[in-house]
């Protein structure tokens, strides 16, 4: 399984867009890029996923290098409710297990 | 979360004794997981289900068991409870193999005193 490496915490003020980072220097040609949250005490949530491409939705955008060994999740305009863990996970689509690793604990603040 | 549940909410148990976790969803998905999660190691998958009586291990097994009779519930037993299994136990379900589409329940937390 790929590794992931993440900062263990990180600040955005509120309203300012939030740059998550993940490293995944060993990643392999048939690995996704999975980014899940996990708001205090609660399960955690699928945020965004991609292969090679950056990816947008509701939630957030994900940036993929060219050579994808590095990521980044954007919050575009981070809120009080977005204070949570970050994990950055890679692996391929299709496999039995999802592995966590210590993830990004975001603070915002106001 | 729509879809999941976990029971209990709460248990505290004694050393030694048995206790089984309960996860229960109403989705029909074919997959269903048990992690928990401690300070400092995340969330780390204990079993895991792709079918009724289909399981598998995951990385912190040992002292865990799990079974999976109808595709409804998957129970978690801790046959005899130790202190190192006090945690926060989360269910997840998924329809499919793909890692976006997994719901998580809203956790069970355990304390063996």
């Known amino acids: 399984d790929a590794k992931t490496t993440q900062p263990p915490s990180m600040d955005c003020a509120e309203g300012r867009a939030a740059n998550l980072p993940c490293n995944h220097s060993?990643?392999?040609?048939?690995?996704?890029v999975y980014w899940y949250r996990q708001i205090h005490s609660q399960g955690p949530q699928y945020i965004i996923h991609?292969?090679?491409n950056n990816e947008t939705n509701e939630m957030a955008s994900l940036i993929i290098t060219e050579d994808r060994k590095s990521s980044t999740l954007i919050l575009p305009h981070a809120t009080l409710r977005d204070t949570a863990v970050y994990y950055c996970?890679?692996?391929?689509?299709?496999?039995?297990?999802?592995?966590f690793g210590t993830g990004t604990r975001l603070q915002v603040f106001p | 979360d729509a879809g999941i549940t976990q029971s209990p909410r709460h248990k505290v148990t004694e050393t030694g004794t048995p206790v089984t976790l309960r996860c229960h969803q109403t989705?029909?998905?074919?997959?269903m997981y048990w992690y928990r999660q401690d300070p400092g190691h995340g969330l780390r998958l204990i079993h895991y289900?792709?079918?009724?009586?289909?399981?598998d291990k995951g990385e912190v097994s040992d002292g865990y068991s799990v079974s999976r009779s109808k595709t409804e519930d998957f129970l978690l037993t801790l046959e005899s409870a130790t202190s190192s299994q006090t945690s926060v136990y989360f269910c997840?379900?998924?329809?499919?193999?793909?890692?976006?589409?997994?719901?998580f329940g809203s956790g069970t937390r355990l304390t063996v005193v």
């Open positions: 997840a379900i998924s329809e499919s193999q793909g890692a976006w589409g997994y719901t």
């Open positions: 060993t990643i392999s040609g048939n690995e996704y």
């Open positions: 991609g292969l090679k």
């Open positions: 996970i890679v692996r391929p689509y299709n496999t039995d297990k999802l592995i």
């Open positions: 989705e029909n998905h074919r997959y």
């Open positions: 289900s792709y079918g009724v009586k289909d399981t």
